[in-house]
């Protein structure tokens, strides 16, 4: 059976038993900037310290399980009888505060980067704003199927997604107003592991809620179902992408949000087929129309068209409509390609058959 070791929470920040939480909260600042490994490059024993620190600090720092702890491991006497009035922690500053001390010389971190040109007068960090551990939101991948009409002509589209919007109830910052906050132990404050992936512990934004929100458990986000009309530009074709910026996943904790990335599926129209910006379509005429020639009404895009069939076309035939095809900005417009087929009815009426007869008569004649 594995044997609970005793850990001295206390020993490890380097305070008294009967700290208050504002002591426990500089003491937590000073020993994570102190035993940070980016502070300590050659101490392998760095890292293992700063866990140490995170998790005193994580059962310390909330007074429910301060109370546990100190009652399990004989604290509570000495803690309950001198601890001085506890005072309300003002958790945003404090990290941020850290966040600051650790990371203050370095000449430009990347969430700076963006601004870095504009702001250069500023130091690159500011001490009020959180500098590390804004989190850009996911892009979404959807598809859409639209007729075919739509992908040539354009039009609008619902769709549905369900997506990360910041939590109401803590207006995205994830904690419970009397939350205290850390720097993530397991990727020491960066927000990625080895390989340079997300750290799951704190979803990649470098921090750890110690009384996370209810309603978010602490991701500052929940998902949410919505509906958005969706532009269909015109002339799209099968297997593009319509890309709409921050409409993706939120960000965490003031990060951008993702895109919505639509890809385009059209469905097929009975009648058209896209060759290009060139349109194909099967004309089926009888067999008396193909060898005398005659008027034909072929549908287009927009209104019908009337078509003049010569005498003697063939089955199989192609005729080329200019201009009829797709119209595109900048472009020649396409054609329309009718290619004639010659239908052969399956019933006839008697009269039909009396001439047909005399039809075949004639021919056997010859
Ligand atoms: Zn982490
Ligand atoms: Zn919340």
Redesign the pocket.
């Known amino acids: 059976m594995a044997k609970l070791i005793k850990k001295n929470y206390y020993q490890t920040l380097g305070i008294p038993p009967n700290a208050t939480s504002d002591e426990i909260r500089q003491a937590y600042r000073r020993a994570a900037v102190r035993h940070h490994p980016d502070k300590n490059p050659n101490d392998h024993t760095a890292e293992d310290k700063f866990k140490e620190i995170s998790e005193a600090y994580g059962v310390l720092s909330n007074p429910d399980t301060r109370r546990e702890y100190d009652r399990l491991e004989g604290f509570s006497n000495i803690s309950a009888n001198s601890r001085r009035n506890t005072d309300p922690v003002n958790s945003k500053s404090t990290i941020n505060d850290i966040f600051n001390d650790l990371f203050k010389n370095r000449p430009s971190r990347k969430f700076n980067e963006k601004n870095s040109s504009t702001k250069k007068q500023e130091s690159p960090v500011s001490r009020n704003a959180p500098i590390h551990h804004k989190k850009k939101g996911a892009n979404i991948q959807q598809h859409i199927t639209v007729s075919f009409r739509e992908s040539i002509l354009g039009g609008e589209a619902m769709l549905q997604i369900s997506r990360d919007e910041p939590c109401q109830k803590c207006n995205g910052e994830g904690t419970k107003s009397d939350s205290t906050k850390a ?11 080895k390989g340079n992936d997300t ?10 809620i110690h009384q996370p929100c209810s309603t978010c458990s602490g991701w500052g986000v929940n998902a949410k179902e919505r509906k958005l009309k969706v532009k269909i530009p015109h002339s799209i074709e099968e297997g593009k992408s319509l890309r709409l910026a921050g409409q993706g996943h939120s960000g965490l904790l003031g990060g951008d949000s993702g895109d919505l990335i639509v890809e385009i599926r059209v469905s097929p129209d009975p009648f058209f087929e896209r060759d290009g910006n060139d349109l194909r379509a099967e004309v089926p005429i009888s067999f008396a129309k193909a060898v005398l020639g005659g008027q034909v009404k072929i549908p287009t895009l927009s209104e019908s068209v009337v078509f003049s069939i010569p005498k003697g076309t063939q089955s199989g035939h192609t005729f080329r409509l200019k201009g009829l095809g797709i119209c595109q900005e900048d472009q020649q417009a396409g054609d329309l390609l009718i290619t004639v087929s010659i239908n052969v009815p399956r019933t006839v009426s008697d009269k039909q058959e009396q001439l047909l007869q005399k039809l075949l008569d004639l021919e056997e004649q010859n």
């Open positions: 720097i993530c132990p397991r990727c020491i404050g960066t927000g990625k592991v750290c799951s512990r704190c979803r990649g934004t470098g921090i750890i």
